[in-house]
């Protein structure tokens, strides 16, 4: 299939390109162009806020939803696949498809770059303490004994400060 740019004056080609996919979802070209402004709006949550930057990821889209768990027979889902090009979000895989069970979550295929792009933009939210020596974990836990004495009257189970014991 020649890739298909998702926009409304390709929509008869998208619906043409869908053909006889009319189970569930995926079966008129809005709906793919509702796929798309979802896959942006994921990507720049992810961190991938400029288009340049969203350029070369492919996300596939699978229909159907969930079934219940004691259904067994394998069902058809259609998947959709789209690009992020330079110009746009392009339409490059419809089939139809057997799966057993729910049918797949987007799948999101990102390059190298938009990964570290990602990963930096998720590790703002922490910072890492550097790893202690042996010695200052052992010194660490010596500096702790007391709290763990069994023989300190205090640290027992039944202790209980004064002022509950006089209320009690």
Same mark, same amino acid.
């Given at each position: 299939m020649r890739p298909i740019k998702i926009d409304q004056k390709n929509e008869a080609k998208i619906a043409a390109q869908l @053909?006889?996919?009319?189970?569930?979802?995926?079966?008129?070209?809005?709906q793919v162009r509702d796929l798309a402004a979802a896959a942006s709006s994921y990507l720049t949550k992810l961190g991938l806020t400029s288009q340049a930057s969203q350029k070369g990821a492919v996300v596939t889209f699978s229909s159907g939803g969930s079934v219940p768990s004691a259904y067994k027979w394998p069902r058809l889902t259609n998947c959709v696949q789209?690009?992020?090009?330079?110009? @746009?979000?392009?339409?490059?895989? &419809?089939?139809?498809? $057997?799966?057993?069970?729910?049918?797949?979550?987007? &799948?999101?295929?990102?390059? $190298?770059?938009?990964?570290a792009i990602c990963v930096a933009g998720f590790r703002k939210g922490w910072t890492v303490n550097p790893v202690q020596s042996a010695a200052e974990t052992a010194?660490?836990?010596?500096d702790t004994a007391h709290l763990r004495d069994k023989s300190n009257p205090d640290m027992h189970r039944g202790y209980r400060p004064k002022f509950l014991k006089e209320t009690l």
């Open positions: @053909g006889d996919l009319t189970m569930h979802t995926f079966s008129q070209g809005y789209i690009e992020r090009r330079a110009t @746009g979000w392009f339409l490059t895989s &419809v089939e139809r498809t $057997s799966t057993y069970g729910d049918a797949d979550q987007p &799948v999101y295929t990102l390059t $190298s770059e938009q990964d010194q660490d836990l010596e």
